[in-house]
């Protein structure tokens, strides 16, 4: 994987991403911020920079406290890969489609907690919370739960509701609220209980702009406000005005069918990981597109799936 991402190409001049693995970089951001991707082909996520191999990468298929959960079938098409800071440490929220979802001290590599979620669920997002729990995303199961996981390693009680294409869930520490991104609905949810017993609900859903809501991300230039992508177009949405604001990237097909976005500190690149039907899978690529300016770059033989800037956005405290 290391010379697949030494191929840089760009039409306009990109700084190189220059961030260590397993340092929490200032929030003060400057240019070139390290990505992480999910490559589906090795089964790994990578944290990646300018024209260097992999700064850290990491796969349920090599961690030795997650034999119990059969990474085999579990860990198939992994399909999200998050980093949060809390309390000063850093963490890899992923998931994939086989069932798993975990979180991963990267400093150290071990398993702060895991679920497998079973082959049906298809789990699709999860984000980090102040308490340690962990909210997930199921699309084809069609709900969001909230893990009681700051109770230990393998903690599967949770609350749950209901939501059709369940593909987004992020927590929104202003607000302290939980959004969560369906197939055609936006929905804030409040956390309540105590983290060993949590309860949602939900306070308000926002009808989305055209049906096929896939990625949920923050606006990093504009806290409070999100990226919401759907089969066909790119949006952000403005909760205080419940208001969608579609995003033009300069064609009809680099908005469509867009699996991450997410724009960089500082800078404000946008980043997007959308199928380039290559390869042998219809839902990846292995192409990172960057926007304003233009650039993208190619991962030979990669299947790519999601690609997240490796910032230092925290889980709320």
Known sequence: MAKRARLWRATSALAALVV??????????????????????????????????????????????????????????????????????????????????????VRSGATAWAVDTGPLANPHSADLLPDGNVAVAASSGGWIRLYAASLGPRVTAHAEYRLPGAHGVHWDGRARLLWALGDDALTALRVGGTAAAPSLTAERTVPLPEPGGHDLAPVLAAPGRFWVSTAAHLWRFDPAEQRFTR???????????????????????????????????????????????????????????????????????
Do not use: F, M, N
């Not at 998050?82 to 929220?93: H, I």
């Not at 039907?277 to 650039?295: E, K, M, Y």
């Not at 030979?300 to 690609?307: E, Q, R, S, V």
């Open 20 to 105: 260590s693995a397993g340092a929490v970089p200032a929030t003060a951001a400057g240019p070139g911020w390290a990505v992480a991707v999910v490559d589906q082909a090795s089964r790994r996520v990578l944290v990646l920079r300018g024209a260097d191999g992999p700064l850290w990468s990491w796969s349920a298929d090599t961690a030795g406290d997650l034999g119990d959960l059969d990474p085999r079938r579990s860990w198939q098409a992994p399909d999200e890969a998050k980093t949060r800071v809390r309390d000063g440490r850093r963490y890899l929220v992923v998931t994939a489609s086989g069932g798993l979802a975990a979180l991963v001290d």
């Open 247 to 317: 995003i033009r990237l300069g064609s009809e097909g680099a908005e469509r069918d867009i699996k991450s976005v997410g724009d960089e500190p500082g800078s404000g690149r946008l980043l997007t990981a959308a199928p380039d039907h290559a390869g042998p899978c219809s839902w990846c690529t292995s192409v990172l597109t960057l926007h304003r300016p233009d650039g993208h770059r190619l991962l030979p033989g990669a299947h790519l799936y999601k690609a997240r800037w490796w910032t230092s956005w925290g889980s709320g405290r």
